[in-house]
């Protein structure tokens, strides 16, 4: 199953938002609703950001909001802050008992 | 608190063995299904198991099946992923995860595989 498909690099100055896309098929991102988000800082492991396209896990700051729409989902972060810069991959259920991550997207706060 | 703690990493030649251990703590871990993800450096993540709360069930990316193996012991809080027939493209920091529903809730903080001659 190939990875899905996210922007290499995404910016935005603090204050502003910043939309991240996820691309795939309707084997995976098109026919579950199970889409997730990760935030990974240099040297760092990854953190669970979004769950299920739109839900917060507690202690995740309302900034980051999660969508989808057929088989394209997208993270957005609102209020950008400097803390924000990172890498961020999605992630979805891919059927047949396994899973398909982003290439993901290096967020630069400018 | 949730914690995982990975070890077991290190470098190998092309067509060894490792095997890796993920010490869990600060929930029950016998009632949570587990993951192994792993990064290739400068790369993405990439999933490579899946193992249910009692071992019965068990799954895993096209490209480790048959060479990777995952367990766990519920009595000693640890899961397990035993890798033969290792190859260079296997190199990656390899982190246990906690799932929920379809998701990855708390990683470790990764444990270093090399595969080289």
């Known amino acids: 199953q190939s990875a899905l498909t996210q922007p290499p690099s995404a910016s935005g100055s603090p204050g502003q938002s910043v939309t991240i896309s996820c691309t795939g098929t309707s084997s995976d991102v098109g026919g579950y609703n199970y889409v997730s988000w990760y935030q990974q800082h240099p040297g760092k492991a990854p953190k669970l950001m979004i769950y299920?396209?739109?839900k917060r896990p507690s202690g995740v700051p309302d900034r980051f909001s999660g969508s989808k729409s057929g088989t394209t989902a997208s993270l957005t972060v609102s209020g950008l802050q400097a803390e924000d810069e990172a890498d961020y991959y999605c992630c979805s259920y891919g059927g047949s008992n396994n899973y398909v991550f982003g290439t993901g997207t290096k967020v630069t706060v400018l | 608190e949730v914690q995982l703690v990975e070890s077991g990493g290190g470098l190998v030649q092309p067509g060894g063995s490792l095997r890796l251990s993920c010490a869990a703590s600060?929930?029950?871990?016998?009632?949570?299904?587990m993951h192994w993800v792993r990064q290739a450096p400068g790369k993405g993540l990439v999933w490579v198991s899946r193992m249910n709360s009692d071992g019965s069930i068990t799954d895993y990316a096209d490209s480790v099946k048959g060479r990777f193996t995952i367990s766990r012991d519920n009595a000693k809080n640890t899961l397990y992923l035993q890798m033969n027939s290792l190859r260079a493209e296997d190199t990656a920091v390899y982190y246990c995860?906690?799932?929920?529903?379809?998701?990855?809730?708390?990683w470790g903080q990764g444990t270093l595989v090399t595969v080289s001659s």
């Open positions: 600060g929930f029950t871990f016998r009632t949570y299904w």
């Open positions: 299920e396209v739109t």
């Open positions: 995860t906690t799932a929920g529903s379809y998701r990855f809730d708390n």
